[in-house]
Nanobody
């Protein structure tokens, strides 16, 4: 049984840093492309960042690319998302997702991912 479990969310003030973690079990983590998505109240779930299983390259949405870093640790079956200089618009539930694929790209659509975590809430106060 595949499980993705996120942690690290919470309430922070604007400008603070956050480090979200996602730990996977039940799958060969190195074979999976992984990503972080987020969903703000009243909005659709959106892609934040992802790491290709094929070449290890990271991909980011335009809204976070200068403030976030995604890192994948296959030895620990974990993926982290570092958010720096947080903003109120970063407030959302953050989800970890994984998909088995052989290509070099990182999908940015929800529909492409097979496995999802339960999410971790991030609230950034102004």
């Amino acid at each position: 049984q595949v499980q993705l479990v996120e942690s690290g969310g919470g309430l922070v003030q604007a400008g603070a840093s956050l480090r979200l973690a996602c730990t996977a079990s039940g799958l060969s983590f190195s074979d999976y492309t992984v990503a972080w998505f987020r969903q703000a109240p009243g909005k659709e779930r959106e892609f934040v960042a992802g790491v290709s299983r094929s070449n290890g390259r990271s991909h980011y949405s335009d809204s976070v690319k200068d403030r976030c870093t995604i890192s994948k640790d296959n030895t620990k079956s974990a993926v982290h998302l570092q958010i720096n200089n947080s903003r109120p618009e970063d407030t959302a539930v953050y989800y970890c997702a994984a998909v088995y694929r052989r290509g070099f790209g990182v999908p940015r659509s929800n529909d492409e991912y097979n496995y999802w975590g339960q999410g971790t809430q991030v609230i950034v106060s102004s």
